[in-house]
C-alpha cells in the first residue's frame, strides 16, 4: 500500500491527519501558510522530512493567495501590489517557522521555498507562485528518491533475519513516503531479507503504537508493540539484533535529536552492544550547530503528558513537564544512513567529507 502523507489536490494541499489514526483515516486540506503552520503545530503532519515538505507548500499556498487577490498590473506600474504580495509572503515565511524548532527540515525547506522566490521576484506574483509551487512539488518527489537512496544503503547493514527495534514513526507517514528508518526496513524487505520490527509505543503522543505499527501492520512486515520502558529487557533477552531511528535534526559532530526517549535507547544498545544507526538525510544535517547541545528543543503541551486526548490519569495539580525530544551523542551513534552513504562512528570530520559542496 502507498501512503501518501500529504498530496496536491484541487489547488489544495491536503495531508493525512495523523492525530486520528490509526481509529480514522482522514485528509484535511489546506490553502494559506497560517493554516499549514497550524497542522505543523498540532501534528496533523509530524517527522522532520514531512514538515519541510509541508512547509514548503505553505509557502507556494501563501504565493496563491495572495496572487488571487492582487490584481495583475497595470500600465501604470505594480506598486502597491508587489509590496502586499512581498508583505504577505514575510508574513507566510513566519508563521511557518514558529510552527516547530527542532526539526531543521522545515528551516532547511524555507531557506531554499525564498531562494526560489528571489530568483524570480521580478516577475509577477501570478507567476511567482506557480514556480513555488513547482518547487514545493519538487522538494516532495526529493523526498521519496532521497528515502529510497538511504534506504538501500541501510539494507545493506541489516542482516538476514534480523529483528530491528525503531522509536517513534520515521516511516511514510513522517516523510513525503517509504521513510528514513522505516525507509531502511522497507528496502530490507523489498531485497528479500526477513525483517521483523519491535516498535517502541513513543510515550506521550504515541507515534509507535498508532503510527509505526499501523505502517508495518499494511505492509505485512511482523511487529510486535512494546512500551519505552521495555526496551532494555528485549535487549537484554538477545531479542534485538539492531536499532534503527530517525532524526529531526543532527549537529556538526555528529549528535543527534529525535523523539524523546531516543538516548534511552542509544544507550541500552551500547550497554549490550547492538548497533544503533540513524537514518538521516542530508537536509537534516545542521552543520551551523556545532554540538547537540545547542540544537533547540521543543517543550509541547503538557495536556500530552497528563493522558492522551480526553482522558487524562495524571493526578490533578502535578508539576508536569513535556521535551518532545532529547540528544544522543555521536558516540553512541553506530552509523548514520544517509542518500549519499553511511557515515560510521560520525564525527565532524565525517560529516564534512560526506556533505557536498553544494550543502556547505
Ligand atoms: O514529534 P514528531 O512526531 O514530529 O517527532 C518525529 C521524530 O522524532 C522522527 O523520528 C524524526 O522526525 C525523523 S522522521 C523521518
Redo the contacts with the bound molecule.
Keep these: 500500500m502507498k501512503i501518501e502523507t500529504m498530496r496536491w489536490s484541487h489547488n489544495r494541499l491536503e495531508m493525512i491527519d495523523q492525530r486520528i489514526l490509526p481509529a480514522s483515516f482522514e485528509y484535511l486540506s489546506y490553502d494559506s501558510a497560517a493554516s499549514v503552520a497550524e497542522g505543523i503545530r498540532s501534528?496533523v503532519v509530524?517527522?522532520?522530512?514531512?514538515?519541510g515538505v509541508a512547509a514548503a507548500y505553505g509557502v507556494a499556498l501563501e504565493a496563491l493567495r495572495m496572487a488571487s487577490v492582487i490584481p495583475p498590473p497595470s500600465h501604470e506600474g505594480r506598486g502597491s501590489g508587489d509590496e502586499n504580495f512581498k508583505a504577505g509572503m514575510e508574513a507566510g515565511f513566519t508563521v511557518l517557522a514558529q510552527s516547530?524548532p527542532t526539526?531543521v527540515n522545515l528551516f532547511w525547506a524555507l531557506q531554499r521555498m525564498r531562494r526560489v522566490w528571489e530568483s524570480v521576484a521580478a516577475q509577477i506574483p501570478q507567476q511567482i507562485a506557480q514556480r513555488l509551487l513547482a518547487e514545493a512539488h519538487e522538494i516532495l518527489a526529493e523526498d521519496i528518491r532521497i528515502n529510497r537512496a538511504l534506504g538501500t544503503f541501510g539494507a545493506e547493514l541489516l542482516p538476514d533475519g534480523a529483528r530491528v527495534l525503531t522509536?517513534?514513526?520515521?516511516?511514510a507517514l513522517?516523510?513525503a513516503g517509504w521513510?528514513?528508518?522505516l525507509g531502511v526496513i522497507r528496502s530490507a524487505v523489498e531485497a528479500g531479507k526477513k525483517i521483523s520490527v519491535i516498535a517502541d509505543e513513543t510515550r506521550p503522543?504515541l507515534?509507535g503504537a498508532r503510527l509505526t505499527a499501523w505502517e508495518m501492520v499494511q505492509e505485512n512486515i511482523p511487529v510486535t508493540l512494546i512500551t519505552d520502558n521495555m526496551a532494555g529487557y528485549m535487549m537484554a533477552q538477545g531479542e534485538v539484533d539492531a536499532v534503527v531511528?530517525?532524526?529531526?535534526r543532527v549537529a556538526a559532530n555528529g549528535d543527534v535529536a529525535?523523539?524523546i526517549g531516543?538516548y534511552m535507547v542509544a544507550v541500552l544498545a551500547r550497554r549490550h552492544n547492538i548497533p544503533f544507526y540513524v537514518?538521516c538525510p542530508l537536509s537534516?544535517i545542521d552543520l551551523n550547530i556545532a554540538a547537540g547541545k545547542d540544537i533547540p528543543i521543543?517543550e509541547r503541551p503538557v495536556d500530552e503528558v497528563k493522558g492522551f486526548r480526553e482522558t487524562h490519569w495524571a493526578a490533578e495539580g502535578v508539576s508536569i513537564r513535556n521535551p518532545?525530544?532529547d540528544v544522543t551523542p555521536a558516540e553512541l551513534v553506530t552509523g548514520l544512513i544517509t542518500e549519499l552513504g553511511v557515515v560510521l562512528q560520525p564525527n565532524a570530520q565525517g560529516i564534512r567529507n560526506l556533505m557536498p559542496a553544494i550543502v556547505l
Design positions: 501534528m509530524r517527522g522532520a522530512p514531512a514538515i516547530r526539526a522509536h517513534c514513526n520515521a516511516g513522517a516523510t521513510g528514513t528508518a503522543f507515534q531511528v530517525g532524526t529531526d529525535n523523539k531516543t537514518a537534516t521543543e518532545a525530544f
